[in-house]
């Protein structure tokens, strides 16, 4: 339980909080959009389990520049 507590979670929660909200947005834009850089199953297993790293490459590399 000690373990638990030296958790500094201040510093993580919102980090958590971030990583979540992209991770949403970056899903509502995949479901939106016609043409992706590759398929959109493989852009959906990268944004949830990417985490963070995930959901950036999506919007640098898998979106497709019209």
Known sequence: MGELQAVPWALIAPLL?????LMVVALID?????ATNGPKWLWVIIIIFG???GSIVYFIIGRKQS
Do not use: D, G, K, T
């Not at 995949?30 to 016609?34: F, V």
């Open 30 to 34: 995949l479901s939106r959009i016609h």
């Open 51 to 53: 985490n963070l790293l």
């Open 17 to 21: 909080f971030i990583q979540l909200i």
